[in-house]
């Protein structure tokens, strides 16, 4: 969870550093920005390592209009999926065994550019289309009764994401509802199980600005 953090404040401190720089220093840009901060429900497909659905996650985003509608921008999301397997019999190389039961743990953490299109802008009811891409560091976990076995990977994540930023007030910040595909390349193993790619379905609620 330290290393967690530190990437979280690591990312929005590049991010502030980029706007300080870019934009020109005048009220009028502050309109152009945009930045959600947002927990997030993910539910994995077709993964048997660890496919529980979950609420262990976090999303991370801000970006720039270059246009009424369009947008370009960063993101940085993570999140940990669990599954407990019961005790049994594992088959282990050189002909022998282990019996125990295991606590699985998936996690993933994409980071990267976005793009964004959003309808009615300045509205009350701003809904858009999203696309994001970028590398995502994956860890594939098991522990046992006293060790644990993980599997380190990287690969390349892409993500459409529909969703809406709803301001109910008359100053922000405001409410941002989502929902998400993403699929990833990574691949991993450990012990006699295996992933080939990271897919996920997921929702994500949080604080629009």
């Known amino acids: 969870m330290k290393t967690i953090r530190q990437l979280t404040m690591r990312f929005l401190a590049v991010a502030v550093m980029a706007v300080a720089f870019i934009l020109p220093s005048n009220a009028q ?11 997030q429900f993910n539910s994995p497909i077709n993964n048997s390592f660890a496919e529980k659905i979950s609420g262990w996650g976090m999303n991370l985003e801000g970006g720039y209009y270059l246009s ?14 669990h599954k407990y397997i019961p005790r049994e019999t594992i088959s282990l190389s050189g002909n022998s065994a ?17 793009g964004r299109y959003t309808f009615n802008k300045g509205g009350f009811f701003q809904p858009y289309f999203s696309m994001k ?40 910040p405001g409410i941002h509802i989502a929902a998400y595909y993403s699929y990833a390349t990574n691949k991993g193993s450990v012990m006699n199980y295996s992933v080939d790619n990271m897919s996920n379905f997921g929702i994500r609620v949080g604080i629009a600005f």
Not at 68 to 81: I, K, P, Q, R, T
Not at 138 to 162: C, H
């Open 29 to 39: 840009s502050l309109d152009k920005l945009y930045a959600n901060i947002d927990w």
């Open 68 to 81: 009424e509608n369009f947008s370009v921008g960063a993101f940085l999301a993570y999140h940990s999926n």
């Open 133 to 172: 891409a970028g590398p995502q560091y994956g860890r594939m976990k098991t522990v046992l009764n006293a060790s644990q076995v993980t599997d380190n990977t990287w690969g390349f994540y892409v993500s459409p994401e529909i969703g809406a930023n709803i301001f109910p007030w008359v100053y922000q």
């Open 98 to 114: 282990i019996n125990t039961d295991q606590q699985h743990t998936l996690f993933q953490m994409p980071f990267g550019v976005s």
